[in-house]
Nanobody
Framework: QVQLVESGGGLVQAGGSLRLSCEAS????????MGWFRQAPGKEREFVAG????????SYADSVKGRFIISRVNAKNTVYLQMNSLIAEDTAVYYC?????????????WGQGTQVTVSS
């Protein structure tokens, strides 16, 4: 079973950048569709970005398109989320997730989350 550990969160001023990392152990990340989600206080968890398994196709929420980039480095078994031009509305706990289901039906493995706070 794959395990995910996020890092890279912190406090940043509006307009700044952060890079989140999601390191996997137990299995190769390239075999799974990977995603980043976030949950702000009082709100439901929402999809941020995803990258398809064994490929490079990516997808993004409209709110982060053009500002965030998801990538995967197979040699490091790590998925990244580069976040640029951060705004206060990006403040949330960010979670990395993997879809390890046989038919790719949904994210079933989650990391513990990392806090991102953007000050305006």
């Amino acid at each position: 079973q794959v395990q995910l550990v996020e890092s890279g969160g912190g406090l940043v001023q509006a307009g700044g950048s952060l890079r989140l990392s999601c390191e996997a152990s137990g299995r190769a990340l390239r075999d799974y569709t990977m995603g980043w989600f976030r949950q702000a206080p009082g709100k439901e968890r929402e999809f941020v970005a995803g990258i398809i398994r064994r490929g490079a196709t990516t997808s993004y929420a409209d709110s982060v398109k053009g500002r965030f980039i998801i990538s995967r480095v197979n040699a490091k078994n790590t998925v990244y989320l580069q976040m640029n031009s951060l705004i206060a509305e990006d403040t949330a706990v960010y979670y990395c997730a993997a879809d390890t289901t046989e038919k790719g039906v949904g994210y079933d493995v989650w990391g513990q989350g990392t806090q991102v706070t953007v000050s305006s």
